[in-house]
């Protein structure tokens, strides 16, 4: 039985291997100046010119069923949210195909070690998970950037309004001036003002795009502004000036909290260490941990408390401003 399963599982691997290959291959050869000729050709045939379509379409996989599915089920909802504000050139389709294989690669490898399956199975989730981190990993650095550069992006917006200019010219010098991603983001809401949609709805698409709290801040304002009145540069300024003190006291926080992170680096590495250099000095005396059945246990268990503990300290130690 164990027999026919890693067969169907090298088989499915295999399977999707190739697709993911595939799929990628399409990807790197439609790129440059090719893919621009082909586009000119396709638009440029009458017949099909008169069947364009405005509505721009998205596409998240090269495969027809996987994108079909990736579009349309919920529980690929949250991914394509993550995808979307990591702002990842990789197509959506190649994460979703990467995760079940690398997990199942995992799995198959470890049974085909003759370890215990719920040591098999924790290591097939491990690097199962490992694409959707990368996306965390990915969107994190992006937001750090943006919200470092988002008191400047406003302070140019204010001297902007300031100069007599309207909000909308104040967006395109952002646009036109900052560095990505913030430039970028605010090109595409200039953009979508110019294809006519209305301003509250191409700011509340931004903040869709980005999980940034100072840009839903900088949002609200301007729309409880459009309201109500009021001086907007005056506005825009003293919520600058917010985010910059933030910052400040930001880092007074992690100067005053980095020996309790440097402390919880230190104790998570330490078995790690140790166990290693054990290893290498007499594999004999640390092979029993890993061959013994209470000797596996207590590594599972002892991974997971390690584990628990990081992540204790962290929310310990990260103390939101």
Request: glycine share 8%; charged share 20%; net charge positive.
């Amino acid at each position: 039985m164990l027999t026919v399963l890693i067969a169907l599982g090298i088989f499915g691997t295999i399977l999707l291997f190739l697709q993911g290959c595939a799929a990628l291959h399409r990807l790197m050869s439609r790129r440059g100046t090719d893919r621009a000729i082909e586009r000119l050709q396709k638009w440029s045939a009458p017949e099909v010119a008169a069947q364009l379509n405005i509505v721009r379409k998205e596409s998240l996989s090269d495969i027809p069923w996987l994108n079909d599915a990736l579009l349309t089920m919920r529980r690929f909802q949250p991914l394509r949210v993550l995808h979307r504000q990591a702002d990842c050139r990789v197509p959506l389709g190649i994460f979703a195909l990467g995760m079940p294989l690398l997990g199942l690669t995992a799995l198959l490898l470890a049974l085909s070690m003759h370890q215990p399956m719920v040591l098999a199975f924790l290591v097939a989730v491990v690097l199962g998970s490992l694409p959707v981190g990368y996306l965390y990993w990915l969107k994190s650095q992006r937001m750090a950037t943006f919200e470092r550069q988002l008191p400047e992006a406003l302070e140019l917006v204010s001297r902007a309004l300031k100069a007599g200019h309207a909000f909308s010219v104040g967006m395109k010098l952002v646009g036109e001036e900052a560095a990505d991603p913030i430039g970028i983001e605010f090109r595409r809401v200039c953009d979508e003002i110019s294809m006519g949609v209305a301003l509250p709805h191409a700011l509340k698409n931004m903040t869709d795009r980005l999980d940034c709290l100072d840009l839903r801040f900088f949002v609200t304002s301007v729309l409880v502004q459009r309201e109500t009145g009021g001086n907007l540069a005056e506005i825009i300024d003293s919520l600058a000036g917010m985010i910059r003190k933030r910052f400040e006291l930001q880092l007074k926080v992690n100067a005053l909290s980095a020996e309790g992170r440097f402390s919880g680096i230190l104790l998570f590495g330490l078995p790690i260490v140790v166990g290693f250099l054990l290893h290498m000095t007499n594999p004999e005396y640390m092979g029993v941990l890993f061959t013994d059945p209470i000797g596996q246990n207590l590594v599972m268990v002892g991974s997971f408390l390690m584990v628990t503990g990081a992540i204790i300290m962290k929310r310990m130690v990260a103390i939101k401003v």
